[in-house]
């Protein structure tokens, strides 16, 4: 099913991951924070800079490739696969909508992992219906000022540069934006439910001025087309990184099982263990299969890529949860405590179920796929 190139990278990606992540996973989930070294090592691997174009010293993989490094870092930590996803968001970005300048300027900085990028734009009062951001952006000679507050900005606490969408008078309106740019700010936010070490922040801009260069798309085309396209990226490494998750799930279970004595037998001889097991392992082959589908719709830049990114995200996010559950569920008391990864893999997968669109908005969203789909049957 993978070419020779994408299993020799899987393998590489999982060594890397059981050797330099999963090990301190935990540890970082109780810090709430990603090591710089840990950054600075996925950087110096070329990982962050993977699926950047090679003339601008990324590594230039295909889209199935990506999957399978989010896959693999999901399995191990869901935060620092989530700073794979992010970071990749915003160099697609700047790579599909910036001008000349601005892509030899980010994109070497952004591909060698020397500058870490994170895309701004939920606000307290504008999640999903990214379009209502209230956060606004002024013309002022060939500038824009920038003010606004910015929430839930996952790595926005480490992040050197951001893609922000701000209202202008077209409309929503994306552009780049760097950390040490007078008025900009940010504030940890800490205790979240899942990928505790992500460094979520919220960022606050005030009279912020952003050079007109770093304007990504014309105005109005911020969430249409920029947004747009990253969150469709996101969706994708965010449905690998659940298939991750199902694996450590399943893994973790299956461990557990073989080890664990209760009335005199292991409990995997326990029938309703083997089913909750069975459901564990038939998920994770399905929603592997379905990100393995949307990767390579992707790669022939299939238009259906759209509908099978949305599919995979939505089904290997629920079908995280449910593994993440009946886990906790198989572990007991023990899996209730810090002491067994499986608590930290049910709060991340409660997360998984949130970003990139909640699940709700999927299925709303795959039942118009449907109709779509039939209504052109039927004219054929």
Same mark, same amino acid.
């Given at each position: ?208 001025? /952003?050079? $007109?260069?770093?304007? #990504?798309?014309?105005? &109005? *085309? ?7 396209? !990253? =969150? ?122 949130? /970003?990139? $669109?909640?699940?709700? #908005?999927?299925?709303? &969203? *795959? ?7 039939? !209504? =052109?049957?039927?004219?054929?």
């Amino acid at each position: 099913m993978l070419t020779a190139e994408q299993a020799q990278a899987a393998k590489e990606f999982r060594d890397f991951a059981d050797r330099e992540i999963a090990p301190h996973a935990d540890a970082y989930h109780e810090a709430q924070r990603t090591p710089p070294e840990t950054i600075r090592l996925l950087a110096d691997e070329g990982l962050l800079g993977l699926p950047v174009p090679e003339q601008y010293g990324g590594g230039g993989c295909d889209a199935v490739t990506l999957g399978l490094l989010a896959g693999e870092l999901g399995r191990a930590c869901s935060s620092v696969r989530s700073l794979l996803t992010v970071h990749t968001m915003v160099a697609h970005a700047v790579n599909r909508w910036g001008g000349r300048a601005l892509k030899d300027t980010w994109l070497p900085r952004l591909a060698s992992g020397e500058r870490i990028g994170a895309l701004a734009v939920s606000e307290p009062g504008a999640g999903s219906d990214a379009a209502g951001v209230t956060t606004t952006l002024t013309k002022d000679g060939d500038d824009w000022l920038l003010d606004g507050h910015k929430k839930w900005i996952t790595y926005g606490e480490s992040a050197d540069v951001f893609v922000v969408v701000g209202r202008t008078d077209a409309g929503p309106t994306a552009l780049l934006v760097e950390r040490d740019t007078p008025g900009v700010r940010t504030e940890l936010i800490e205790d979240l439910i899942g990928i505790r070490a992500s460094m979520t922040a919220n960022v606050y801009f005030d009279n912020c001025r /952003i050079p $007109g260069a770093n304007l #990504l798309a014309r105005p &109005g *085309l911020g969430v249409s087309h920029v947004v747009g396209a !990253a =969150l469709d990226l996101g969706r994708y490494t965010v449905g690998w990184g659940c298939v991750g998750i199902l694996d450590a799930c399943l893994d973790a279970s299956v461990d557990y099982a073989n080890s664990r004595v209760q009335f005199g037998s292991l409990i995997k001889e326990h029938q309703l263990v083997r089913r909750m097991i069975s459901n564990m392992y038939t998920d994770a082959h399905a929603a592997r299969l379905l990100c393995l589908e949307a990767g390579r719709l992707r790669d022939r830049h299939d238009p259906g890529a759209l509908a099978a990114t949305s599919t995979a995200k939505y089904f290997a996010a629920t079908a995280a949860t449910r593994a993440a559950a009946d886990a906790v569920q198989i572990h007991g008391a023990n899996g209730c405590s810090s002491d067994y990864s499986v608590q930290r893999y049910l709060g991340d997968s409660r997360v998984m179920e949130v /970003i990139e $669109g909640s699940s709700q #908005l999927h299925q709303v &969203g *795959l039942a118009e796929y449907a109709f779509q789909e039939r !209504a =052109l049957r039927s004219v054929r």
